[in-house]
T-cell receptor, first 116, second 119 residues
Framework: AQSVAQPEDQVNVAEGNPLTVKCTYS??????LFWYVQYPNRGLQFLLK??????LVKGSYGFEAEFNKSQTSFHLKKPSALVSDSALYFC??????????????FGAGTRLFVKA | NAGVTQTPKFRVLKTGQSMTLLCAQD?????MYWYRQDPGMGLRLIHY???????AKGEVPDGYNVSRLKKQNFLLGLESAAPSQTSVYFC??????????????????FGPGTRLTVL
């Protein structure tokens, strides 16, 4: 069965420092992986996705993520955090070989707090 | 281009009442979805639709019904609301960006959410 885990409920980082939000997954084959961000009282917004190809994926607002197949991870990173990056971040995974219907699994979310 | 919109934004119901949540998208997306978001549980799929006139069950369909009579609209109904249905509800839509073999690499676009409280 496919699953996704975000091991940290909250990540705190100072403005200007690099940030990492962790995500690990479990699927039977090669996964499709996504990161979404949710600002207060808003819906989720797409940041980036990995489907195939280069393991380093670049997305919106300066974010990037690296697909690591051996560690089954897809950590979200940014070289220099901004206060405006403070939000709730969701990792999502989809098993492209799942035949039981549509199924994208979302993690529980990690709250990022960037301190000025 | 409004993207994905949801009506209403907030609603309070009493146990046993019924209501319908409306989702509309103007991006001509084939796929539409209803999720619920609860603290510490991420998003869980309630129902989804792969095209006009079609619907399918997601992860937590019990107590909900849906209809997609028009491509741009996806309705979520609660026939007899229960306190366990207190949640934030999100609608989303996506293109079908299929690879060979029909697998979708879809990116989902979300509405702003509906906060529902059932007393």
């Amino acid at each position: 069965a496919q699953s996704v885990a975000q091991p940290e409920d909250q990540v705190n980082v100072a403005e200007g420092n690099p940030l990492t939000v962790k995500c690990t997954y479990s699927v039977s084959g090669n996964p499709y992986l996504f990161w979404y961000v949710q600002y207060p009282n808003r819906g989720l917004q797409f940041l980036l996705k990995y489907i195939t190809g280069d393991n380093l994926v670049k997305g919106s607002y300066g974010f990037e993520a690296e697909f690591n197949k051996s560690q089954t991870s897809f950590h979200l990173k940014k070289p220099s955090a901004l206060v405006s990056d403070s939000a709730l971040y969701f990792c999502a995974v989809r098993d492209p070989y799942y035949t039981g219907g549509f199924k994208t699994i979302f993690g529980a979310g990690t709250r990022l707090f960037v301190k000025a | 281009n409004a993207g994905v919109t949801q009506t209403p934004k907030f609603r309070v119901l009493k146990t046993g009442q019924s209501m319908t949540l409306l989702c509309a998208q103007d991006m001509n997306h084939e796929y539409m979805y209803w999720y619920r978001q609860d603290p510490g549980m991420g998003l869980r799929l309630i129902h989804y639709s792969v095209g006009e006139g079609t619907t399918a069950k997601g992860e937590v369909p019990d107590g909900y019904n849906v209809s997609r009579l028009k491509k741009q609209n996806f309705l979520l109904g609660l026939e007899s609301a229960a306190p366990s249905q207190t949640s934030v509800y999100f609608c989303a839509s996506s293109y079908y960006t299929g690879l060979a073999g029909g697998t979708s690499t879809d990116t989902q676009y979300f509405g702003p959410g509906t906060r529902l409280t059932v007393l």
